[in-house]
């Protein structure tokens, strides 16, 4: 019976703990897009700080025991990164018609 009673606690604690995550998740990014259309940070000072997280969770889930939740961190800071530079070339698609016709000046 005891067994029973405690079930419930883990999983609200596990449900807090997860909107906890996803809360935090959702505020960071919030930020880094304001940063960037603020022009506070340039997009690959943001990429730089993400990759150096990263890396750093990839060292510390060497001595964690927790693998699987190492795992997914780094997937899903991957996938942050990847949609951030994408944002960059969204944006900027002057910049990349101006580089384009750079690259063929210089072709010929």
Not at 69 to 86: D, H, K
Not at 87 to 107: N, Q
Request: glycine share 2%; aromatic share 0%.
């Amino acid at each position: 019976m005891p067994e029973r009673e405690r079930l419930p606690a883990k999983a609200n604690e596990t449900e807090t703990a997860l909107g906890e995550g996803q809360a935090a998740l959702w505020l960071g990014e919030s930020l880094i897009l304001a940063l960037l259309e603020a022009d506070l940070l340039k997009t690959d000072t943001i990429l730089e700080a993400i990759d150096i997280v990263i890396e750093a969770e990839k060292a510390k889930s060497a001595e964690k025991n927790h693998p699987d939740m190492s795992r997914a961190a780094v997937t899903q800071l991957a996938s942050i990164s990847a949609s951030i530079a994408a944002a960059k070339v969204a944006a900027s698609p002057a910049e990349a018609k101006r580089v384009s016709r750079l690259r063929k000046k210089l072709s010929t």
